[in-house]
């Protein structure tokens, strides 16, 4: 079968129109489109903002079946996906995150009773189902369930770093036989490039996050409050909108932190945001491969993340930035001392940074990678 002709139902919830997932689709719609018919079903509390987005090479299918109550109601959201697979007749179903990789394993399985025997399935993980920071509990246990049998019903696993097929294979024991690639995520060449400036001994951090208590804000404020009572310069710029930003008003308050930490609405394209400051933080207690780590090295900006998911493959400790335990200021804090006491180390490691992504997250490497995933259809 010619690439060109193939056609791919793209499976996603909920979406919203703030972070890493639209992002991608955005340069999926771009660039796969080239080669192959997409279309994509999804539920978003806001469908009329996420059309415009990525319609560019991409069949929108908005539904509300595939809402947040589907991972409870999975059955009712099969059977939305099944009828999208007989009205659509793709050849290859694409399903992202959890919920709806179990929804389309289902619905798979009662296609293929129903005749459509040569559709194919591919789960595209980007973190851990289960966070490290999440304690055992009924739900985590219903999770990871989930999780082996959503695995189980994939014909492909697609994983976007080497650190997320380790993990797979090592907590879920991904099942014997079954093909798993690396499709790492990528960002757009441009020309934009960090001015360097004499940073009289003040360093301007950065945070572009969803401001909810999983992306571990709190913990960045308190790393600066403790850096701020030594008399050490520096100030915090928080881009994000979230369910949590009250507290971590609250927080910067009770902190004493006012001065020095500004919050700001969300931006769907950050790259003029991020040049006005020195260093990314990511003090996340769980992630995937995150975008904004990524969208920061392209420009020579590096990155102190906490060790989680797949940021140790984006990041070389000490050389494109440095790695912290999630849940530790303290930690957190002796890390931005280093940068504050030698910027220096910042330009060297934000050089490094830009290389590697320029030499391994291209997109033309994700849409190869993604392509040759696509192209297996008809492989004997």
């Not at 019903?153 to 907590?171: F, M, R, T, V």
């Not at 401001?211 to 310069?233: C, P, V």
């Not at 009250?246 to 910067?252: D, P, S, W, Y």
């Not at 940068?339 to 830009?354: F, H, R, W, Y």
């Amino acid at each position: 079968m010619k690439t060109a002709s193939l056609n791919i139902l793209l499976v996603t919830a909920p979406l919203s129109t703030k972070g890493g997932t639209i992002r991608r689709l955005e340069l999926w719609g771009r660039y796969l489109s080239q080669k192959m018919k997409l279309s994509l079903l999804f539920y978003s509390t806001a469908p009329d903002n996420i059309t415009p987005r990525i319609s560019e090479g991409i069949t929108c299918i908005p539904t509300q079946t595939m809402n947040r109550f589907g991972r409870i109601l999975i059955l009712p959201a099969a059977l939305r996906i099944l009828w999208s697979i007989l009205k659509c007749r793709p050849d290859y179903v694409l399903a992202m995150f959890l919920w709806p990789g179990l929804a389309s394993g289902i619905a798979i399985q009662l296609a293929r009773i129903l005749g459509l025997k040569s559709v194919r399935l591919g789960l595209h993980i980007a973190g851990d189902p289960i966070p490290p920071s999440l304690c055992w509990s009924p739900r985590t246990w219903i999770y990871a369930l989930a999780t082996k049998i959503s695995l189980a019903l994939a014909d492909d696993i697609i994983a976007i770093s080497p650190g997320i097929i380790e993990l797979l294979q090592s907590k879920y024991g991904v099942p014997e036989g079954k093909a798993i690639h690396l499709a790492p995520i990528s960002v757009e060449q441009h020309e934009l490039k960090k001015n360097w400036r004499d940073t009289n001994g003040q360093i301007h951090f950065g945070i572009f996050a969803r401001l909810s208590s999983d992306k571990g804000i709190q913990y960045a404020l308190k790393a600066l409050a403790k850096l701020h009572a030594e008399g050490t310069k520096a100030t915090l710029d928080i881009y994000g909108e979230g369910n949590y930003s009250q507290q971590l008003l609250n927080l910067t308050k009770n902190l004493g932190l006012q001065e020095i930490v500004r919050f700001h609405t969300w931006v769907a394209q950050p790259l003029n945001q991020m040049l006005k400051i020195d260093c990314l933080l990511l003090p996340s207690l769980s992630e995937g491969t995150p975008r904004c780590i990524l969208e920061a090295a392209s420009l020579g900006i590096p990155c102190i993340a906490t060790l989680v998911g797949g940021v140790p493959d984006i990041i070389d400790h000490g050389k494109t930035g440095w790695l912290v335990p999630f849940g530790h200021p303290p930690k957190l804090a002796e890390a931005m001392r280093r940068v504050i006491v030698d910027p220096l180390i910042l330009i060297k490691a934000g050089t490094q940074a830009m290389a590697k992504i320029q030499s391994s997250h291209s997109i033309a490497n994700e849409i190869t990678n993604l392509t040759r995933v696509f192209e297996q259809v008809n492989a004997p």
